[in-house]
């Protein structure tokens, strides 16, 4: 049985998306309504900067249309902070993956994006033995070496937690599978954020997308090249690429 298709963007709540995306007299408190007409999950990057409170969560489930997943980004003090701390990081990411619990029916996966300074094993053996086998966990690797070592694949595979395909302009992708879903994003092609894909940029990735979904894996792909309004676009081309 084929795997399901997700796609959407990194965020949704951008007012520089007003005139390119939202319509100019649409209320923001209708912006993910409308943006759901388009897409089936979004990341939420509010996550990351702040934890966010039990109501917050609920909210956002009540929002959330019929067959609609929200992945929540792993608090920066989980994955950023971890070195002040990291029984308190570990903890702390048990806690919000209950946090994303809340969702219900509307839970995506966690994604925990590390920055290029993390390439610690020990540190990342403590995460991993934190999640649980209910939970689906995607973690992001910016550095070189880490995102290269297949024993890191090794261990994301024994714990089902899905290695992060994506696409950058500082180096080329690491096409690689180890959970039973598939995570890929998309930073820019050329300029970080803020630079858009041909069909050509993008075929690779909708190759590998079509052909984890054959194999009956769920994948999740998102847009993050936001800056100037292009994630919308790409999103939708991509979406068209894999379902054709």
């Given amino acids: 049985m084929p795997g399901k298709f997700f796609c959407g963007t990194s965020g ?13 007299d649409l209320p923001r408190e209708k ?13 939420i990057n509010y996550t990351f900067y702040h934890m966010p409170r039990e109501s917050t969560v609920e909210k956002w489930r009540r929002q959330c249309p019929e067959n609609f997943l929200m992945v929540l980004k792993a608090s920066r003090l989980i994955t950023h ?3 002040k701390n990291l ?9 919000f993956l209950k946090l994303a619990d809340i969702l ?6 966690v994604l925990m994006q590390f920055p290029p300074s993390f390439a610690d094993h020990a ?32 261990k994301l595979a024994a714990h089902n937690v899905a290695f992060c395909v994506y696409s950058w302009p500082r180096f080329g992708p690491v096409f690689a599978v180890t959970a039973d879903f598939v995570y890929i994003r998309f930073h820019g092609a050329k300029r970080l954020y803020a630079s858009s894909y041909s069909r050509e940029e993008l075929e690779p990735f909708a190759d590998f997308a079509r052909a984890q979904l054959a194999e009956g894996r769920d994948v999740f792909a ?23």
């Fill in 12 to 24: 949704y709540a951008y007012y520089h998306w007003v005139g390119k995306f939202y319509p100019q």
């Fill in 31 to 43: 912006w993910l309504e409308y943006y759901a007409q388009y897409f089936n999950t979004v990341e």
């Fill in 81 to 83: 902070y971890y070195k």
């Fill in 87 to 95: 029984e308190s990081a570990s903890f702390l990411l048990g806690k």
């Fill in 104 to 109: 219900g029916e509307h839970r995506g996966p």
């Fill in 123 to 154: 540190v990342l053996d403590k995460f991993l033995s934190r999640i649980k086998p209910e939970h689906r966990v995607a973690m992001e690797f910016r550095n070189k070496q880490f995102l290269e070592d297949e024993a890191v694949r090794e």
């Fill in 222 to 244: 998102f847009f993050n090249n936001d800056a100037e309004g292009y994630a919308v676009d790409n999103a939708l081309t991509f979406r068209e690429m894999v379902e054709g």
